[in-house]
C-alpha cells in the first residue's frame, strides 16, 4: 500500500465554494446561536469541528482530541457572547482550541503513550500514524496547516477562512511543510 501525499496546488476543489463556510453565513449562524438557538450552535459545530479537530491533534496525543474537542465547544458556546467581530468565529474558536490544548500540557496528564516499537498485531491505521508522527516533528506553526489538509481534507480557502491566516500563508505553508513532511517519511523508512 503506498500512500499518496498530494496538494491541490491551486487551494480550489468542489467544497471550496460551500455557502456553509462563506463567513457571512457563519457570521450569521453565530448571531442566531447568541440569541439562544441551539440548532444554529450545532450548524457552527458541524462546519467548524474538523477544524478544532485538526488544530487539537497537531498539538496532543489522539486519544484526548476528541474530549478536549467538547470541550472547545462548551466553551465557546459560554463565551460566544464576548465575540466581538461575529466574522471572526473561525479564528476565535481556533485560538481556544489552541490555548486549550496549551493548558492541558502545563497540567500533564495521567497517562503514558505506548511506544511504536509495543509488539502485537499491525495497527489498521499503522500508516497514516506514521505520518502523524512526521508531522508532529515539524515545527508547530505548520503542524496545524498540515493536519488540517491531509486528515481533516479541508481545501486551503477553508483553512484559511477558519483559521484567519490569509490564503496566501496556507499556500505557502502547505508547500513547503509538504516537502518536509515527504523528506522525514522518506528518512523514516529507511533501514
Known amino acids: 500500500m503506498r500512500l499518496e501525499l498530494e496538494i491541490d496546488a491551486g487551494m480550489t476543489g468542489p467544497g471550496a465554494a460551500r455557502e456553509e463556510s462563506e463567513p457571512s453565513a457563519a457570521a450569521r449562524l453565530v448571531a442566531a446561536a447568541r ?18 479537530h485538526g ?8 486519544s484526548e482530541v476528541d474530549d478536549l474537542g467538547q470541550e472547545v465547544f462548551l466553551q465557546a458556546m459560554r463565551r460566544l457572547g464576548s465575540l466581538r467581530q461575529p466574522e471572526s468565529f473561525g479564528p476565535w474558536l481556533a485560538a ?17 503513550e505506548l511506544p511504536d516499537d509495543v ?10 500514524l506514521s505520518v502523524l508522527a512526521a508531522i508532529r516533528r515539524l515545527p508547530e506553526a505548520y503542524r496545524e496547516t498540515l493536519v488540517l489538509r491531509l486528515v ?32 522525514a517519511l522518506g528518512r523514516s523508512t529507511k533501514p
Open 35 to 52: 440569541g439562544g438557538d441551539r440548532a444554529a450552535f450545532g450548524r457552527l459545530y458541524e462546519l467548524f469541528a474538523p477544524m478544532v
Open 55 to 62: 488544530v487539537l491533534l497537531a498539538r496532543l496525543p489522539r
Open 96 to 112: 481556544i482550541a489552541r490555548n486549550r490544548a496549551r493548558d492541558h500540557h502545563r497540567r500533564g496528564t495521567d497517562t503514558v
Open 119 to 128: 509488539a502485537g498485531e499491525p495497527h489498521p491505521e499503522g500508516e497514516a
Open 152 to 183: 481533516e481534507g479541508l481545501t486551503g480557502p477553508e483553512i484559511a477562512e477558519r483559521t484567519g491566516l490569509t490564503p496566501g500563508s496556507v499556500r505557502v505553508n502547505l508547500h513547503r511543510w509538504m516537502q518536509q513532511l515527504r523528506e
